[in-house]
């Protein structure tokens, strides 16, 4: 049997982003969980307008070209963690463009969040992603990765650090992402 797919979006487009090598050791940290098949996304590759089509995303009638690569990449997945910055006591407009270009495609399916920032960690940009996802029918993890002042957590290659508390909560999301993956298999089947 097939691994389930967990892709990693890269929230962060601008240049000088600390979500690379963030989302550089989510990955590692999944592979090594060993119960996904892992995918990077990131954002600023996929590079989306703004949101820009006619029809309504729960028609599915898309007509332009990188909507139906974006909707092609999300279909496979199985489950998400977003990697993302806190903007002004939010998350930022890349991602939120990325979630309302689909509906269905993100149904039935677990999300870990992992947040870095200041003082506050992204916690308030978890706390209202959680909101706009579960409007989509996704099951946000309670489990959350949040990582305060990240800069002093990155080595002069640019290469995230974690210390223990890190480590352990990565592991907790993904332990929970891999049980709510599994149990929401038979509602994303029934679609």
Do not use: C
């Not at 989306?48 to 690569?69: A, G, N, S, V």
């Amino acid at each position: 049997m097939s691994k389930p797919v967990l892709q990693i979006v890269i929230a962060s487009t601008r240049p000088g982003r600390v979500g690379l090598p963030v989302a550089g050791w989510v990955y590692e940290r999944a592979v090594a969980h060993d119960v996904f098949a892992v995918e990077l996304v990131d954002l600023a590759v996929v590079d989306l307008p703004l949101f820009d089509e006619p029809q309504h995303p729960m028609l599915r009638q898309y007509e332009h070209e990188h909507t139906k690569r974006w909707s092609a990449t999300v279909e496979r997945a199985d489950a998400f963690v977003f990697v993302m910055p806190e903007y002004n006591y939010g998350f930022n407009a890349a991602l939120k463009n990325a979630i309302d270009y689909l509906h269905a495609e993100w149904r039935y399916k677990a999300v870990g969040l992992v947040s870095y920032g200041g003082v506050a960690a992204g916690t308030r940009a978890v706390q209202m992603l959680k909101q706009v996802v579960t409007a989509l029918k996704m099951v946000p993890m309670t489990e959350a990765v949040n990582l305060p002042f990240v800069g002093q957590f990155l080595d002069e290659q640019n290469r995230l650090q974690p210390n223990e508390t890190m480590t352990a909560a990565a592991h907790a999301m993904l332990d929970e992402l891999a049980r709510w993956t599994a149990a929401l298999q038979t509602l994303r089947q029934r679609q």
